[in-house]
């Protein structure tokens, strides 16, 4: 028997003219009505692969990985200077959907930073925050606040170790006043001690040791103790 193949169907004329007039592949710079610039890889009209995008209003560049006209992937966000005008790294790791998700540092100032995981332009996860003031946080994080375990160590050596909730310590944790030495070992309530016990701790190598050491506590007679005690819980079990 004979075969019989059916004709390719034709499209439209109008729809191989649109396709053609869709930017695909390298490209140079590409004007918006705004200003704003990009330079780089597009597919079907949309920013994909390698690519600078330059924001004229505040003169944010970008440079790295697009999907589908959105940062994905890794890249560099960088500001100019206000005073020197030179640019500056402002954001330095990995994106998804156009939002800072998976490892990356941000830079706050000149001597504080942050870096660790993101997610939806939040510091989530863990991470390591360098405040301008010394100190150190590292720890866990959940919407750019400290939250579950992690260590706060100050600028002059004290620290911190324990649980944290909506940015502030909550729950069992240790404070290490080793400018002092003395160790506090207690429970926290919204950065407030609520109860816990201090102890002396380094206090050789203190800089600050307080004027009289802490007495250990100890009792006269602890067997006497557990013996009236256990004679104390004999006699109820008794009377019952």
């Known amino acids: 028997m004979p075969v019989t193949k059916c004709p390719k169907k034709s499209e439209p004329l109008w729809k191989e003219w649109d396709q053609k007039t869709l930017r695909n592949g390298p490209r140079h710079k590409v004007y ?51 005073e020197t005008g030179k640019y500056k790294r402002v954001y330095c790791g990995w994106w998804i959907g156009g939002k800072k998700s998976g490892y990356g540092i941000q830079f706050f100032g000149p001597n504080e930073y942050y870096e660790g995981e993101w997610c939806d332009n939040q510091r989530s996860g863990w991470g390591r925050m360098y405040y301008g003031n010394g100190d150190i946080y590292e720890g866990q994080w959940s919407k750019d606040k400290h939250e579950g375990e992690g260590m706060l160590r100050h600028k002059n050596g004290n620290r911190f170790e324990g649980f944290w ?41 203190a800089p600050e040791p307080t004027q009289f050491p802490i007495p250990e506590i100890k009792l006269l007679d602890p067997d006497g103790v557990l013996e009236e005690a256990l004679a104390t819980f004999k006699k109820t079990e008794e009377e019952q």
């Open 32 to 82: 918006a009505v705004n200003g704003d610039y990009y330079v780089g890889e597009w597919k079907d009209n949309q920013k994909h692969g390698k690519g600078t995008q330059v924001w004229k209003k505040n003169g944010a560049i970008y440079e790295g990985d697009w999907k589908l006209g959105k940062r994905n992937g890794y890249g560099t966000l960088s500001l100019p200077d206000p």
């Open 165 to 205: 909730e909506r940015g502030m310590k909550n729950g069992p944790g240790r404070f290490f006043h080793l400018d002092h030495g003395q160790l506090f070992e207690g429970f926290w309530v919204d950065d407030v001690a609520k109860c816990g016990t201090m102890i002396d701790f380094g206090r050789e190598e």
